[in-house]
């Protein structure tokens, strides 16, 4: 059923029909809409089967849900930013142990400097954490992932993040399509752990292992993963024959086919990668998109085969390796190697800095005449950068730099629009 | 794609009255994309809210940087707040407030401006006659359907209808209904050149 609704609203209420039976979560921007719904539709009896569970923090969230999973019941939680570093030890331990956990990271930055604005580094600090990671493109994508996430992790008995950017997406009025309980529940079919506490059937879950075998349990979640590039695809597809529409897979191309320069990006930010392609195909440039869906497992493979024919690429990302340059960035290269394709990274939109179709024209057009250093930071204010720069060589007690910046710039959130 | 900002403060709906415009827009069939700036919001701090209304799928995610219409729900941000950048030459100006454009200050700017593109309307005395409550949202969105000519009053109304209950919903459908003939009229002064508001 087509419905106007906020993206939060629209992921809890597709969470609630894939019939969770715990969660649990602790507020935090921007996420904080997705739980709040979630548990109004428990308090209310609408979710009858499903334990709503107040904790005193995300890493008490990670580790109810948990525990909650190994004892077999469907479990989600949401989180963002500084909590899911807070609940970090835990996100790594749901992996390890292969506990078929879904959990919604309403993307936004790390601090410090503390901000709540969009962008990718909470998520992507967790990748190597075993988890697989979604990003959705819009909010009609977000919630159909969270329906394939949960049949995806069960499968695979692995946890599963999916990634949403805070704000731009889950605080969107936009249309869905809401599916119906009966369509969900002939996709999803009942929780049947790999692993569970059971009294009548006991084993121990977590145990400790040496170097005898641990390089092995390391390998069979990698393993796993592996797996999950086939299932993946496969999982699209028949949510497409259920539900009608194409969500979820590895990656999406558009206008690619014939492309010279291929802009690679994740998430929301799409949208309008899109639409300034749609105006440069207009004028005859040979530029097209490749989207990634799914960061975690990488699709090397796929990527590399979307990327073949074109001469070069430009990965833009709303993250950043800190001494590196990107990160998403260095994932594609991978997939790249070999293939003699000239490669762009672009940061952008870090804390929320607007992406602008204004300043994606100008770095396309850079890009396709090769005019693009190797690592570029997207409107990028040099004489902020510089003045901080000069001051830090003036004098030794620079003082603090975010401090600095605020007054050369003005008021937190100045420059919205 | 027709494009619309709110410029209000915290506590006076601001976000609402764009996720409202969405709904409206969606319940004429129409795409539709409201969203917040994203501010550490407060009450009485500056918030600004967007709304996109397309006949297509709206994939754009920036901010509207050049709309067509602007909603200005609280005048003093007028020294406060550049409410008017990037505003299309001849966009829509609806601002909540009982004086004139000339006597807000504006009337320089507004001189060449399409007159029947100016409109005032005093939202916050309907909306405390109308609900008892200090916020213009309601009725200035009653005010814009007759203003941009984007949307129908009645789809307005749905969206009220949808959003508030009872005494609530129908305190602000009163609101936006007198709020539209308020706007209306004024429209149809401007058209026959007796411009009183500008």
Redesign the interface.
């Known amino acids: 059923m ?1 419905k ?1 609704m ?1 993206g939060s609203r629209a992921v809890a209420e597709a969470v609630a029909l894939c019939r969770p039976e715990v969660i649990c979560a602790y507020p935090i921007s921007p996420q904080t809409h997705i739980v709040e719904a979630l548990g109004e539709m428990v308090k209310e009896g609408a979710l009858a089967s499903c334990e709503f569970i107040n904790v005193e923090s995300e890493f008490a969230a990670m580790s109810v849900a948990i525990g909650a999973s190994a004892a077999g019941a469907r479990s989600y939680t949401a989180t963002a930013s500084q909590g899911l570093l807070y609940m970090a030890e835990a996100v790594f331990n749901a992996a390890g142990l292969g506990l078929p956990i879904v959990m919604t990271v309403a993307n936004r930055a790390i601090g410090a400097p503390i901000n ?3 962008d990718h580094s909470d998520a992507l600090s967790q990748r190597d954490s075993g988890w697989l990671q979604l990003f959705a493109e ?1 909010n009609q994508e977000a919630l159909d992932l969270h329906i394939q996430a949960f049949r995806l992790a069960e499968e695979l008995s692995l946890p599963i993040m999916v990634c949403m ?1 805070g ?2 997406l889950t ?5 869905v399509d809401m599916p119906t309980q009966e369509q969900v529940d002939a996709y999803l079919p009942a929780y049947s752990p790999r692993q569970v506490l059971d009294p009548d059937e006991p084993v121990s879950i977590g145990a400790m292992v040496g170097p005898e075998a641990f390089m092995e349990v390391r390998y069979l979640a990698h393993a796993k993963q592996m797996e999950a590039l086939k299932l993946i695809p496969a999982y699209a597809a028949e949510f497409k024959a259920v539900f009608g529409r194409d969500s979820g897979g590895l990656m999406h191309t558009y206008r690619s086919e014939d492309a010279e320069t291929i802009i690679v990006a994740m998430g ?5 990668i ?2 300034t392609v749609d105006e440069m195909r207009d004028s005859g440039h040979r530029i097209g998109v490749l989207g990634i869906t799914c960061f975690r497992p990488f699709p090397v493979a796929a990527v590399a085969d979307a990327l073949r024919q074109a001469k070069r690429f430009v990965v833009l990302e709303k993250s950043m390796a800190i001494g590196l340059g990107g990160i998403l960035a260095v994932n594609v290269r991978m997939a790249v190697t070999g293939m003699g394709l000239k490669g762009y990274t672009v940061v952008a939109g870090l804390g ?1 800095r ?4 204004k300043s994606l024209h100008a770095l396309f057009r850079q890009g396709e005449k090769d005019e693009l250093e190797p690592v570029t930071f997207l409107d990028l204010d040099w004489k902020a950068v510089n003045k901080q720069l000069e001051r830090e060589k003036a004098h030794r007690r620079s003082g603090p730099v975010a401090e600095a910046l605020l007054r050369d710039v003005g008021i ?2 100045a420059r ?2 | 794609m027709f494009q619309v ?1 709110i410029h209000g403060r915290g506590g006076q709906g601001v ?1 609402t009255a ?2 409202m415009l ?2 409206a827009a ?2 004429e069939g129409r ?10 919001e407060r009450t009485g701090a500056p918030v ?1 809210a ?1 709304c996109r209304i397309a006949d297509r799928e ?8 050049e709309p067509d219409a602007i909603i200005i729900q609280d005048p003093t941000l007028l020294h406060q707040v550049d409410v008017f ?2 505003l299309k030459q001849d966009g829509y100006i609806l601002i909540n407030t009982s004086k004139t454009f000339d006597q807000l200050g504006l009337g320089d700017m507004v001189r060449d401006w399409n007159p029947a593109r100016l409109c005032t309307v005093p939202a916050m005395e309907l909306a405390l006659k109308h609900v008892g409550r200090p916020v213009p949202n309601v009725p200035l969105l009653g005010g814009f359907a007759a203003v941009a000519g984007v949307l129908q009053l009645e789809s307005v109304i749905k969206a009220i209808e949808e959003r508030f209950s009872g005494k609530v919903a129908a305190g602000n459908v009163a609101a936006a209904r007198e709020a539209h003939a308020i706007v209306k009229a004024e429209m149809e002064q401007a058209v026959k050149g007796d411009v009183t508001h500008a």
């Open positions: 087509l106007q906020e709540i604005w969009n819009t950017d704000f731009i605080h969107a009025f936009e249309r929301s930010v799409l949208g309008t899109k639409d929320g607007a992406i602008t179709m937190v959130g919205n629009y | 900002r976000v764009a996720e969405s709904v969606f319940d795409h539709a994309q409201a969203f917040p700036s994203f501010g550490s600004v967007f709206i994939r754009l995610r920036e901010p509207i940087m950048a990037g």
